[in-house]
């Protein structure tokens, strides 16, 4: 599948931090954050997608990425004040009912602070909503691979179900812009 313009750039930014995390031997992690029940237009019942009685249906996908940004705001903020530092990238897709969900691929310096983003965003998004994995971050040079399958589903639905809700797809995290890496010869 052809990844569009912006989903290129995104792995390459993948690319280029697990580089500069293998040089520094930092450790990566993965992150899955999604979003409680009552944001959830449809459910999975028996293998089939059924109304969902607990949505509230004035929690829109853009209202549920406000969410999601919010919850991983407190983490960041939790994270600086203890003097941990993060850096990577985020990918949010719809569910099947168009919920916004995330993918976060971060490096960070060692275990300790790789197991403080796992209890931060377990507290701040709760046990139910965040899924935690070291599956191909832990090996060098496999993280940004791992990460690239999630960048690879970028159609041309999901790029219009984020235009529409105003949502960007794709984001860097703990590091300066993309243009900033640029000019500073990083590529």
Known sequence: MKMHNAATRALQIAQACEVYANA??????????????????KRLE????????DHQHHLTPRKGHEE?????????????R???EAY???VVEPHADGTPHWHVMLWVENDVQRHAIKRLAAHN??????????????RPFRAASYFGKYLSKADERQAKWAMCW?????????MVAVGELQKGGVE
């Open 24 to 41: 520094k031997g930092h450790q990566g992690v993965f992150l899955t954050l999604t979003l409680p029940s009552r944001y959830h237009a």
């Open 46 to 53: 028996a293998g089939v997608m059924v109304g969902n009685p």
């Open 68 to 80: 999601l940004k919010r919850c991983w705001n407190a983490v960041r903020e939790s994270m600086r």
């Open 82 to 84: 203890m003097g941990r």
């Open 88 to 90: 990577g990238l985020r």
């Open 125 to 138: 998004f709760g046990a139910g909503c965040i899924s935690v994995s070291t599956t191909g971050a832990k």
């Open 166 to 174: 105003g949502i960007k797809r794709f984001a860097a995290v703990g």
